[in-house]
């Protein structure tokens, strides 16, 4: 985990190198720490919240304002 991750590696898809013994031990003991706090790592919910190809869900509109000025009238 001492290694750095770079913008380019995670495009491409590369993932952080396993942890050392010592590594998951800290981890272990962070998430278990974060439970308790009823906290989440964003490291673990990234690829959900931003995906690398968008999908968004929404579907754009345009309100006119020649129809829109009438009512407010």
Known sequence: ???NITHESVAA???APEPTPEEAAQL???YRDFDRENLIPLWTEIADLMPMVPSPKAVPHVWRWSDLYPLAA
Do not use: A, Q, V, Y
Request: aromatic content about 0%.
């Open 1 to 3: 985990m001492s290694e």
């Open 28 to 30: 272990k003991e962070l």
């Open 13 to 15: 898809g590369h993932t």
